[in-house]
């Protein structure tokens, strides 16, 4: 199956804030789905972007667990043709659910000068900065990805229509800049980048978008 990876910083990893913990009854548990026909030899065997349906243990189904691929079967290969084709499905799988998978969050975007793309630590820093900017008069909007990837092209793409520049602040020395120059191309694109150690503040975005401003 396809992983899911948090990209935690230090800085999210030191925070301490209240965390309000829903009930049990509120959450919505969706059981996995078993093989319908479990006299089945052929288990695993799916359609191009549809994930394979696993048998749970003490089905009398054979399961494969480790890191090698498996065949329609079940079994172990090795073989290319069966990884890359299971490669390219689970490739598929995330692009046909990509629109459910992608989330992003915005604020004070629709009619923003200079939208900031940030992420992680810094969309929360960038938050701060907005806020104090529009008290300034000064029209920022913020961009905040949740998820990475997929990257969500077509949501930045309607973010961005109509800003003057596009400010992407990172805790590196650009990285996801080069994702939005490629879906922006020849947008007006600055960066606000370090790697230092030291979480960029709200008040060190203030003035780059004010330089930004009146350049």
């Known amino acids: 199956m396809t992983p899911v990876i948090l990209l935690l910083d230090e ?19 969706v059981n996995r789905k078993y093989p319908e026909k479990l006299d089945s030899l052929e288990i695993y065997k799916r359609e191009m972007g549809e994930p394979p349906i696993r048998p749970d243990f003490f089905m009398g189904l054979p399961i ?3 890191s090698l691929e498996h065949s329609d079967y079940g079994t172990p290969t090795t073989h290319p043709e069966v990884v890359e084709l299971h490669q390219r499905r689970r490739l598929a799988k995330v692009e046909k659910y990509k629109d459910e998978i992608i989330k992003v969050k915005t604020y004070e975007e629709e009619d923003a000068e200079i939208l900031i793309f940030a992420y992680g630590s810094m969309a929360r820093a960038s938050l701060d900065a907005v806020r104090e900017l529009r008290k300034m008069g000064i029209k920022a909007g913020l961009f905040q990805p949740l998820t990475l990837w997929p990257f969500p092209e077509k949501a930045l793409e309607k973010a961005a229509q109509g800003k003057k520049k ?5 805790m590196n020395w650009g990285q996801m800049i080069y994702e939005v120059e490629r879906v922006l191309k020849d947008r007006n694109i600055e960066g606000l980048l370090r790697m230092n150690g030291y979480a960029i503040t709200p ?4 003035n780059r978008v004010k330089e930004l401003t009146h350049a």
């Open 11 to 29: 800085v999210i990893a030191h925070a301490h804030e209240p965390l309000a913990v829903p009930e049990p009854t509120e959450y919505e548990v």
């Open 64 to 66: 494969h667990i480790d």
């Open 166 to 170: 596009i400010l992407v602040v990172e």
């Open 203 to 206: 008040v060190e975005i203030i």
